[in-house]
């Protein structure tokens, strides 16, 4: 197969793949917990077949002491040629009848041009372009290709824990993530940076045991209230983050306008954007705050009664560059030192994931941006993330040499990954099939 020769090739491929991504879309494999576990195994061995399919005739399923197995192959690519690493996840985010679908989230359904469904995008788009690129050469890529598809991306991860048992499955010259996407379809972008996740739960106790509100409200001080004032105090007015020893930046690169931002959004009438700075700062290069989770009485069981205790998951996101464990001692502290009325603060450290940059200009970068022209018609800009992939991380120190490629076709502007109706433009999965596919070629002829 020569480059002249593959868009031809990989449009007569693309009502395939299509097809093959509405049968993956149709799979509820969600692999959180308490969800059903049938789906999540019927979907890791279509997924299997499909890559066997595709060429990859080794691929299977690994061992990993826990969780939802991850799949793994290699197609031994011509002597001395470089080696790559495709990555993709078959789980997918949940998909309730709260967020408001206007279609079955697990009925793929085609309008507007774009294709409907839980994981269109995120992340069975971008397995769905891993096969596209397999077929564009018969199975027979001109390198080394290796395959990890992960089956618990969007739940807690056992894919680092099998990396660093296995560092020698990962050895490479370019490990291609694609599990991003362009700011709007059509205009290509490299992603290079992603922000880092700290988190930690916070309890907030004032009494020994609830009181009646009546009797002793006015002054005796409630849990649920301190807890309030208490997390106010993470952001400034403006809604930056507020909290002394945590690093922020600016971002230089390629940038959505906020109504571009605010399209995607969909704020309520009359509600603001929070932060300084150009929405990229913002989600970039800008660490940003949210509590996720609150246990308290609920509405349903509360009484007049003043709360002892209450408790809250707080998620900080974190730029790159930054010390995960030193941003996380920083919310920490701030946590231990700003409750109100003397009430007692105990933090516990649940998580801190690194932020990740990608380094440019190597071969393998001028390669993707060179495959992106011509996939594409036009330059790419770069851009970063304000996701977080820590097993990128985990990735960079099994092979340190390797070289990283971020990108993918859940375009930022109307994929709505993680909400309602999610989708994916499939030309923009064609145009990633062409560009991953050139990538490989270029590649190729460097040796």
Not at 107 to 129: I, S
Not at 256 to 261: A, D, G, M
Not at 323 to 346: F, I, K, N, R
Not at 359 to 368: E, F, S
Request: proline letters at 8%.
């Amino acid at each position: 197969m020569t480059a002249s020769s593959l868009p031809q090739k990989v449009t007569g491929l693309m009502p395939g793949v299509i097809a093959d991504l509405e049968d993956l879309i149709a799979i509820p494999s969600i692999a959180f917990p308490a969800y059903p576990e049938e789906p999540v195994h019927e979907m890791a061995v279509r997924t299997l077949e499909l890559l066997q399919d595709a060429g990859v005739e080794d691929a299977r399923l690994m061992d990993v002491p826990w969780g939802y197995p991850p799949i793994y192959g290699e197609i031994p690519g011509p002597s001395g040629s470089p080696t790559v690493v495709l990555y993709a996840h078959y789980d997918v985010q949940p998909a309730p009848e709260s967020q408001g679908w206007s279609t079955a989230p697990f009925t793929p359904t085609h309008r507007d041009g774009r294709l409907f469904g839980r994981g269109a995008a995120d992340d069975k788009g971008g397995l769905a372009t891993h096969l596209g690129t397999l077929r564009a050469f018969d199975g027979k890529p001109p390198c080394t290709v290796r395959i990890i598809v992960e089956g618990m991306e969007e739940t807690e991860s056992n894919l680092e824990e099998f990396v660093e048992a296995h560092p020698e499955l990962f050895e490479c010259d370019m490990f291609v993530i694609c599990d991003m996407g362009n700011l709007r379809v059509g205009e290509p972008v490299v992603t290079t940076a992603l922000r880092g996740d700290v988190s930690c739960i916070v309890t907030v106790s004032t009494l020994d045991h609830p009181l009646h509100s009546g009797v002793f409200g006015g002054a005796a001080p409630d849990a649920m209230m301190a807890l309030a004032r208490l997390l106010s105090s993470l952001v400034d007015d403006a809604g930056d983050v507020a909290i002394e020893g945590v690093t922020g930046g600016s971002w230089s690169g390629a940038t959505q306008s906020e109504e571009e931002f605010l399209a995607g959004a969909e704020l309520l009438p009359g509600v603001s954007l929070i932060g300084t700075g150009t929405v990229a700062d913002r989600l970039w290069a800008k660490p940003s705050i949210n509590a996720i989770g609150i246990d308290t009485t609920s509405v349903s069981g509360s009484s007049n009664v003043i709360l002892p205790t209450a408790r809250a998951k707080i998620s900080m996101r974190i730029v790159p560059g930054t010390s995960p464990d030193a941003e996380l001692d920083a919310l920490v502290a701030h946590l231990e030192t700003h409750a109100p009325w003397g009430a007692q603060v105990s933090v516990e450290r649940v998580k801190a994931a690194p932020a990740f940059h990608v380094p440019t200009g190597g071969p393998g970068d001028v390669a993707a941006r060179a495959a992106l022209v011509e996939a594409f018609g036009s330059e790419p800009s770069e851009v970063g993330s304000g996701g977080s992939i820590p097993l990128l991380q985990t990735l960079h120190e099994a092979c340190p040499s390797a070289e990283f490629v971020l990108w993918g076709p859940e375009d930022m502007d109307q994929a709505r990954i993680h909400a309602s109706d999610e989708s994916v433009d499939p030309e923009e999965i064609e145009r990633m099939v062409l560009a991953q596919a050139l990538l490989l070629e270029k590649l190729s002829a460097r040796g």
